[in-house]
């Protein structure tokens, strides 16, 4: 995702400082963005109730409820999940970095920030989203197809499976002559090969989440 396809995309700036909201807002609208803003984790996550943001900015020290609660509720809710968080903080402490790792953040920006480098991770992490909605989507269509396939197959190989029955009950002697040791191998396979489709689709309902 280039800027050109990034005008347009939803950005929430949460920030108690009036400074940085008014500062980011101007720059990532002058840039084609979508900006709401927020002064306090309570606001913004009333905001995200009527208007999903693609992306939040996110300040760790705020009054009342910080940026670390704002985001743990934000990642326990499944409507607001999966929204990225980008952390603006001044602290540079490793602790308190892996802690909002840790919480679900996917980024953070240190205070003072460049607006080119906000606009930059902004633009990464929503292109590494916008791929993995992709990839998801790929991994679904292919373990349904494998899931149709594997159960289209699983019935002819029955059908198989009852002629080799026939076969081998049709052909006399006791097992010595070669039709019917030829009979009794592809009986044999072709068990094989169910099981091995059986697999396949308990495999395929795993991954779809229905076993």
Same mark, same amino acid.
């Given at each position: 995702?280039?800027? *050109? !396809? @990034?005008?347009?995309?939803?950005?929430?700036?949460?920030?108690?400082?009036? %400074?940085?909201?008014?500062?980011?807002?101007?720059?990532? @609208?002058?840039?084609?963005?979508?900006?709401?803003?927020?002064?306090?984790?309570?606001?913004?996550?009333?905001?995200?109730?009527? $208007?999903? #943001?693609?992306?939040?900015?996110?300040?760790?020290?705020?009054?009342?409820?910080?940026?670390? *609660? %704002?985001?743990?509720?934000?990642?326990?809710?499944?409507?607001? +999940?999966?929204? #990225?968080?980008?952390?603006? %903080? +001044?602290?540079?402490?490793?602790?308190?970095?892996? !802690?909002?790792?840790?919480?679900?953040?996917?980024?953070?920006?240190?205070? #003072?920030?460049?607006? *080119?480098?906000?606009?930059?991770?902004?633009?990464?992490?929503?292109?590494?989203?916008?791929?993995?909605?992709?990839?998801?989507?790929?991994?679904?269509?292919?373990?349904?197809?494998?899931?149709?396939? @594997?159960?289209?197959?699983? $019935?002819?190989?029955?059908?198989?499976?009852?002629?080799?029955?026939?076969?081998?009950?049709?052909? #006399?002697?006791?097992?010595? &002559?070669?039709?019917?040791?030829?009979?009794?191998?592809?009986?044999?396979?072709?068990? &094989?090969?169910?099981?091995?489709? *059986?697999?396949?689709? &308990?495999? @395929?309902?795993?991954?779809?989440?229905?076993?």
């Amino acid at each position: 995702m280039n800027l *050109e !396809k @990034a005008k347009g995309i939803k950005v929430l700036v949460v920030d108690d400082d009036p %400074t940085n909201l008014s500062v980011l807002f101007s720059y990532l @609208a002058e840039m084609g963005l979508k900006v709401f803003v927020a002064q306090d984790g309570h606001n913004a996550l009333e905001q995200i109730g009527y $208007e999903r #943001p693609d992306i939040i900015l996110l300040d760790v020290l705020m009054p009342e409820i910080d940026g670390f *609660e %704002t985001c743990r509720r934000l990642k326990s809710n499944p409507a607001t +999940a999966d929204i #990225p968080v980008i952390f603006m %903080t +001044a602290l540079s402490d490793v602790k308190d970095i892996i !802690k909002g790792f840790e919480i679900g953040a996917v980024d953070y920006v240190t205070k #003072p920030f460049k607006q *080119e480098v906000v606009l930059a991770r902004i633009i990464t992490h929503l292109t590494l989203q916008h791929q993995r909605t992709e990839l998801y989507k790929l991994n679904t269509m292919k373990n349904k197809f494998f899931s149709i396939v @594997a159960h289209d197959m699983k $019935e002819v190989l029955s059908t198989l499976v009852s002629l080799s029955n026939f076969l081998v009950m049709s052909v #006399p002697g006791n097992g010595s &002559n070669k039709l019917q040791r030829a009979a009794k191998m592809l009986e044999s396979s072709v068990q &094989n090969a169910i099981k091995l489709l *059986e697999n396949l689709l &308990n495999w @395929a309902k795993i991954q779809n989440g229905t076993m």
